[in-house]
T-cell receptor
Framework: AQSVTQLDSHVSVSEGTPVLLRCNYS??????LFWYVQHPNKGLQLLLK????ATLVKGINGFEAEFKKSETSFHLTKPSAHMSDAAEYFC???????????WGAGTKLIIKP | KAGVTQTPRYLIKTRGQQVTLSCSPI?????VSWYQQTPGQGLQFLFE???????NKGNFPGRFSGRQFSNSRSEMNVSTLELGDSALYLC????????????FGPGTRLTVL
């Protein structure tokens, strides 16, 4: 069965420094992988999606994620954090059996001025 | 294209009452998924409807039910409300195909007093 683990519940970085949000997944086939973002008191927004076309996926707002099959990871990065990046980020993997999406527990990104 | 709309945006009910929430998906989308989000439990999957049929179901009691109409609009109903049902209820729309991207509405904030 598929699963997804976000390795950090909270990540705190200073404005202007790099961001790394870690995600490991398990899947018996090549899944679709997603990152979603939720700003405070807002709905969920798609950041980026991996569908096997390219291992490095570029998303909105300067974020990108790299699919590493050998490490079963799909970490989210951004070179320079901005205050507006403060939000909760969810890593998601598609199920191979029932069209469902399997959600990670979320990582809260805190940006220090 | 218009996005996913949810009505109402805010709702206050008392224990024992019932409530109906509505979701209109993106035009052409046949799948609607419902999620409950609370600070303690995070994002939890309720159920998914595809072409008017419930295709997937999460682990929620029978008090939570839903349906989908021929125009893909969906409603979810919660009967005999409990204090613990206070949450943000999110609706997501997709094509329903494998690896599909889900697009979220702004949510309905339900408060049970």
């Amino acid at each position: 069965a598929q699963s997804v683990t976000q390795l950090d519940s909270h990540v705190s970085v200073s404005e202007g420094t790099p961001v790394l949000l870690r995600c490991n997944y398990s899947s018996s086939y090549s899944p679709s992988l997603f990152w979603y973002v939720q700003h405070p008191n807002k709905g969920l927004q798609l950041l980026l999606k991996y569908t096997s076309a390219a291992t490095l996926v570029k998303g909105i707002n300067g974020f990108e994620a790299e699919f590493k099959k050998s490490e079963t990871s799909f970490h989210l990065t951004k070179p320079s954090a901005h205050m507006s990046d403060a939000a909760e980020y969810f890593c998601v993997v598609s199920s191979d059996s029932n069209y469902q999406l399997i959600w990670g527990a979320g990582t809260k990104l805190i940006i220090k001025p | 294209k218009a996005g996913v709309t949810q009505t109402p945006r805010y709702l206050i009910k008392t224990r024992g009452q019932q409530v109906t929430l509505s979701c209109s998906p993106i035009s052409g989308h046949r799948s609607v998924s419902w999620y409950q989000q609370t600070p303690g439990q995070g994002l939890q999957f309720l159920f998914e409807y595809f072409s008017e049929t419930q295709r997937n179901k999460g682990n929620f009691p029978g008090r939570f039910s839903g349906r989908q109409f021929s125009n893909s609009r969906s409603e979810m109903n919660v009967s005999t409300l409990e204090l613990g049902d206070s949450a943000l209820y999110l609706c997501a729309s997709s094509s329903g195909l494998e690896g599909h991207t889900q697009y979220f509405g702004p949510g309905t904030r339900l408060t049970v007093l």
